[in-house]
């Protein structure tokens, strides 16, 4: 089907992102998440958090002291439920670009993976095999845990977790993966299919150099695709626990790239197009409570980082709110699902590795539409 004749299927009126006129209450330190809410005035917006002694400024750790969960949190069985009913097909896709061989060489000087196929029975004529791999979680589709990215001027990960919690004398397994694992993350996802806007826009940029999405072309995709980007109750689609998936087309353009385009791309410093690193788009991730924010791209966010915005994305959602990033999903076959149904929402799972005190797994994830 010809893209203008079904992807840009469903205009509405009004795609701003403004919240509606209401009263809200006070936010302070005392002040802890109700997993089961269902309203967004019950929850603190980005520039109501109080500043707390002892954490970092802008930190939303209203969970208690002992949370590993972050805004997995909310996802609930209630909406779990909800959540299923945005399958409509039966159809699913896998979201995991190749385990081993997707980055080679991996982004950012990290290891090659291995694997070696062995014979465990010690006889080498028998039909008997085991699998031995070796590889860094962030090389290929990959979730954030809470003990990959501190915040970078109190050195603090969320919750409170210091480098002393993961390695010494003082080692613990708080924020380790495992929380995680234990119960699987489960949600309704919604994709803002940029790279496909881009394309029937005819814009430039290329997912492979420097640029950024900012939170208007966000929501001109969200339009184009028959959402409204702005949260329940205030007329829009985005709901508290909500996973979003942003396609830049990185994966596609990656995976085009000769060897030396690869190592050409792995070796020099990085460009390539995400999430606009701006105070906008942190306080529209904040304020839409999205229990997870994932992207076809090594980072979600754009490289470089722009000079005007202190810090990155990433040191406000996985330190300072708890929200997981995940990174390389493979969100092409997703893409055309979606643009087959006309719909845009779908159910997501991940599972991720079992590690006592792990920093990353490798996605696992399924998209079921």
């Not at 090389?139 to 010494?168: K, P, V």
């Amino acid at each position: 089907m010809h893209l203008a004749a079904s992807f840009f299927i469903i205009p509405y009126l009004h795609t701003t992102l403004s919240s509606s006129a209401s009263t809200r209450r006070m936010f302070d330190q005392n002040f802890r998440y109700d997993k089961n809410v269902d309203s967004y005035k019950y929850l603190p917006k980005r520039s109501e958090l109080p500043s707390v002694e002892g954490w970092p400024e802008g930190a939303a750790w209203f969970w208690g002291p002992d949370d590993g969960l972050g805004r997995l949190n909310f996802q609930t069985p209630k909406r779990i439920k909800r959540a299923l009913k945005e399958s409509k097909t039966g159809e699913f896709t896998s979201l995991n670009a190749p385990l081993l061989t997707f980055t080679n060489p991996p982004f950012f000087h990290r290891p090659i993976a291995s694997h070696k196929i062995t014979n465990f029975s010690g006889d080498p004529l028998a039909a008997l095999n085991d699998d031995e791999l070796s590889f860094n979680t962030q090389t290929t589709s990959h979730i954030d845990g809470f003990r990959h990215f501190g915040e970078q001027t109190t050195r603090m990960f969320y919750n409170g977790c210091r480098e002393s919690d993961f390695r010494g004398p003082d080692a613990n397994t708080k924020c380790g993966l495992e929380v995680w694992a234990e119960r699987g993350i489960v949600g309704r996802g919604i994709l803002l299919d940029v790279a496909r806007y881009r394309e029937f826009k005819g814009k430039g940029g290329d997912a492979l150099s420097a640029g950024a999405i900012m939170v208007d072309e966000l929501a001109e995709v969200a339009r184009c695709q028959g959402l409204d980007l702005r949260r329940k109750g205030e007329g829009g689609d985005i709901d508290i626990g909500d996973i979003l998936l942003v396609r830049t087309g990185f994966l596609k353009a990656y995976q085009a790239l000769s060897p030396s385009e690869r190592i050409d791309l792995a070796t020099n410093p990085p460009a390539f197009l995400g999430l606009e690193p701006s105070e906008e788009m942190a306080d529209f991730l904040h304020d839409s409570y999205f229990s997870a924010v994932v992207s076809d791209n090594p980072a979600v966010e754009a490289a470089p980082l722009p000079e005007e915005f202190e810090g990155s994305l990433h040191e406000y959602l996985i330190p300072l709110w708890g929200v997981p990033i995940g990174e390389m999903w493979d969100l092409e076959r997703l893409s055309v699902l979606c643009e087959k149904r006309k719909g845009w929402k779908f159910l997501v799972t991940s599972a991720p590795f079992n590690v006592k005190g792990g920093v990353a797994s490798w996605a696992n994830a399924i998209a079921i539409l």
